[in-house]
């Protein structure tokens, strides 16, 4: 088998669906890994590494959430509560049974998938915006739960899938429900399926990101978290798993640049006090115009903008 892309040629319907289409990515991508994995944490400072962390925990949170909205097409703002679900469970089960970390992250990911999958019952009746306000209403409550169940908070202060048969069900309810019914499609279970699945990766993400912090608060998933995600996904581009990871990098940078070059210029402008009020409030602005931006100019996000760079240096110089 020839390496050069016009050269492979593939013998069976798993090999056009994999992943990687051609060897040397999947080459590239274990080195790219490896490289992440081993090299980088030993070179850069440790404000670095925490800003990495950070990329890496929202990736696994932004992918969880693309597979229910943009695959499936089942709006969800409820994300930061499903996070939150995770990242209890498994302040519970350190705190009151001291359990290790191989236990606590699949325990919350699972308890965060079965309250998940209960939240996914209406979506066999409803979609878009009712569904929307449904996953809100989740939030909210889940919100409330945890802040007034001293039980399970403590008080106050306190991916392949997408190729595959499962993947390919998700993808026809949400190009056109009725005629996946029609060829058989068990919509309904499908759809439990999804949230279940975008529940346990949110379940996942708080986890870590209680790990990463040492302390599971409610405020930490509040409706924000929700909206930052769905920033991700459609900033990056939904029906993506490059999408999820670029929107989760462009996201958790945004917020760090804006503020390293407002504290480094903005002095010459404005007073201290002033930035300390701007610059949240400008976080949300970007995030604002940024969304209505690829909406309208990019519907696929940055991961379409990666796909004209790729294809033109694929053909350069010889673009005919």
Same mark, same amino acid.
């Given at each position: 088998?020839?390496?050069?892309?016009?050269?492979?040629?593939?013998?069976?319907?798993?090999?056009?669906?994999?992943?990687?289409?051609?060897?040397?990515?999947?080459?590239?991508?274990?080195?790219?890994?490896?490289?992440?994995?081993?090299?980088?944490?030993?070179?850069?400072?440790?404000?670095?590494?925490?800003?990495?962390?950070?990329?890496?925990?929202?990736?696994?949170?932004?992918?969880?959430?693309?597979?229910?909205?943009?695959?499936?097409?089942?709006?969800?703002?409820?994300?930061?509560?499903?996070?939150?679900?995770?990242?209890?469970?498994?302040?519970? $089960?350190?705190?009151?049974?001291?359990?290790? !970390?191989? +236990? @606590?992250?699949?325990?919350?990911? #699972?308890?965060?998938?079965? &309250? *998940?999958?209960?939240?996914?019952?209406?979506?066999?009746?409803?979609?878009?915006?009712?569904?929307?306000?449904?996953?809100?209403?989740?939030?909210?409550?889940?919100?409330?739960?945890?802040?007034?169940?001293?039980?399970?908070?403590?008080?106050?202060?306190?991916?392949?899938?997408?190729?595959?048969?499962?993947?390919?069900?998700?993808?026809?309810?949400?190009?056109?429900?009725?005629?996946?019914?029609?060829?058989?499609?068990?919509?309904?279970?499908?759809?439990?399926?999804?949230?279940?699945?975008?529940?346990?990766?949110?379940?996942?993400?708080?986890?870590?990101?209680?790990?990463? $912090?040492?302390?599971?608060?409610?405020?930490? !998933?509040? +409706? @924000?978290?929700?909206?930052?995600? #769905?920033?991700?996904?459609? &900033? *990056?581009?939904?029906?993506?798993?490059?999408?999820?990871?670029?929107?989760?990098?462009?996201?958790?940078?945004?917020?760090?640049?804006?503020?390293?070059?407002?504290?480094?210029?903005?002095?010459?402008?404005?007073?201290?006090?002033?930035?300390?009020?701007?610059?949240?409030?400008?976080?949300?602005?970007?995030?604002?115009?940024?969304?209505?931006?690829?909406?309208?100019?990019?519907?696929?996000?940055?991961?379409?903008?990666?796909?004209?760079?790729?294809?033109?240096?694929?053909?350069?110089?010889?673009?005919?």
């Amino acid at each position: 088998m020839f390496h050069r892309e016009s050269g492979v040629f593939k013998t069976s319907y798993a090999a056009d669906m994999a992943l990687y289409p051609l060897p040397i990515a999947k080459w590239a991508v274990a080195a790219f890994a490896g490289l992440f994995i081993v090299v980088v944490p030993l070179v850069l400072d440790e404000y670095y590494v925490s800003i990495l962390d950070l990329i890496l925990i929202a990736v696994v949170g932004a992918l969880g959430l693309n597979i229910l909205v943009g695959y499936t097409g089942q709006i969800s703002i409820g994300h930061g509560a499903f996070m939150s679900v995770g990242a209890y469970t498994a302040a519970n $089960l350190v705190v009151h049974l001291g359990a290790p !970390f191989w +236990i @606590t992250i699949p325990a919350g990911g #699972l308890m965060a998938a079965l &309250i *998940g999958a209960v939240v996914g019952i209406p979506s066999l009746r409803i979609k878009g915006i009712y569904l929307a306000i449904a996953t809100l209403a989740a939030q909210l409550i889940i919100e409330w739960t945890i802040n007034h169940v001293p039980a399970i908070s403590g008080g106050v202060q306190a991916s392949i899938l997408v190729r595959s048969r499962v993947g390919r069900a998700l993808v026809a309810i949400r190009d056109q429900d009725i005629a996946a019914e029609i060829i058989g499609i068990d919509i309904f279970r499908y759809k439990l399926v999804a949230f279940a699945i975008s529940s346990f990766y949110a379940g996942v993400t708080g986890v870590l990101y209680t790990y990463y $912090l040492g302390i599971a608060n409610y405020e930490q !998933f509040q +409706i @924000t978290v929700s909206i930052d995600y #769905l920033a991700m996904i459609i &900033i *990056g581009g939904l029906g993506s798993i490059l999408g999820s990871i670029f929107g989760a990098i462009f996201v958790t940078l945004l917020p760090i640049v804006t503020r390293w070059f407002l504290e480094s210029f903005g002095g010459l402008i404005f007073s201290q006090a002033d930035l300390a009020n701007m610059i949240p409030n400008l976080r949300l602005i970007l995030f604002g115009s940024l969304i209505i931006f690829f909406l309208v100019v990019e519907p696929e996000g940055l991961n379409r903008l990666w796909r004209n760079i790729r294809n033109y240096f694929r053909v350069w110089p010889f673009s005919y």
